[in-house]
């Protein structure tokens, strides 16, 4: 999933600085056009759906916090 997160990640801000751990995406990636698009983007992919309230902005920091925050959705709809 981990992988997956990243490739979309990528796709939405189209910098390879997503595939580095130490990266705070928010500071350092992630725009707010791009994260739109991520957003919807996972909840494509996962079949999830995220309101832009529950998000807690240390979870879009890094990509193992996003990741967390996605597995937990997909475990709310099971």
């Not at 994260?35 to 902005?57: C, K, M, Q, R, V």
Request: hydrophobic share 40%.
């Amino acid at each position: 999933m981990k992988d997956k997160i990243k490739e979309i990640l990528y796709n939405a801000c189209d910098d390879d600085r997503v595939y580095k751990d130490e990266i705070d995406l928010l500071e350092d990636v992630i725009d707010s056009m791009a994260l739109i698009e991520f957003i919807s983007a996972l909840e494509d992919e996962f079949g999830i759906e995220i309101s832009p309230t529950e998000i807690p902005l240390d979870n879009l920091r890094t990509v193992d916090g996003i990741t967390e925050f996605v597995e937990g959705k997909i475990s709310e709809n099971e």
